[in-house]
């Protein structure tokens, strides 16, 4: 096997190896916490706030359905509307994620 041979197959499976290094990089920045992670942290949050209000069984059967992403919303914006809830401290914060500012 001559050197060109060898040095070709060097670069494709360096190549190879970036294109997954990217690809996986792509999937961990897209992916979201789950709506049921979502919804434990809201719903510590609302405990928090209330003084430790206990919730109904109602909230986190429904809470999930309403956490997933929407019809029309890209994987990007729903990833991040996700972790911006899971990273919000107060509900205030959390109720402000997903929503777009008017820009100046």
Known sequence: MG???VMGIGALSLGGIAALSLLGGWFFWVRAPSPEDQCAHVS???KKESGGLK??????????SKMQKGQMEGLVPYAERSKCV??????DEATQCGK???RN
């Open 3 to 5: 050197l060109g041979k």
């Open 44 to 46: 510590e949050l609302l």
């Open 55 to 64: 919730l109904g069984d109602g909230f986190m059967k429904d809470c999930p």
């Open 86 to 91: 899971m990273n919000s401290q107060s509900l």
């Open 100 to 102: 777009k500012t008017a």
